[in-house]
């Protein structure tokens, strides 16, 4: 079993930058597939971002390609999202997500991952 702890959210004007953190317990990070997803008020929650176990692969929602870039540091036990060109309709609650599975897999759904962090707070101004 692994936990996950967000960091980083915050308040920002549009255009600006953030970078959020997950920081996840246990001795195989190396082995999940990490990802992020984002809630805004009365929204379902939505894919964001997702990284492959062996970092080969990286995925993105539309809307946030070429703004938001995800990497992770397996020796630090941590995934992070950069966040560049705020707007604010990125305003949400960002949450973590990891799943156990080794391969270049798409994971982009919910039911895709089985761990999840509390959320972190973004909140961008126009």
């Known amino acids: 079993q692994v936990q996950l702890v967000e960091s980083g959210g915050g308040f920002v004007q549009a255009g600006g930058s953030l970078t959020l953190s997950c920081a996840a317990s246990?001795?195989?990070?190396?082995?999940?597939?990490m990802g992020w997803f984002r809630q805004a008020p009365g929204k379902e929650r939505e894919f964001v971002a997702a990284?492959?176990?062996?970092?080969?692969?990286?995925y993105y929602r539309d809307s946030v390609k070429g703004r938001f870039t995800i990497s992770r540091d397996n020796a630090k036990n941590t995934v992070y999202l950069q966040m560049n060109t705020l707007k604010p309709e990125d305003t949400a609650v960002y949450y973590c997500?990891?799943?156990?599975?080794?391969?270049?897999?798409?994971?982009?759904?919910?039911?895709?991952?089985?761990?999840w962090g509390q959320g972190t707070q973004v909140t961008v101004s126009s």
């Open positions: 990284i492959t176990s062996s970092v080969a692969g990286t």
């Open positions: 246990g001795r195989t990070f190396s082995q999940y597939a």
């Open positions: 997500a990891a799943r156990r599975i080794l391969g270049i897999l798409k994971l982009t759904t919910q039911t895709d991952y089985n761990y």
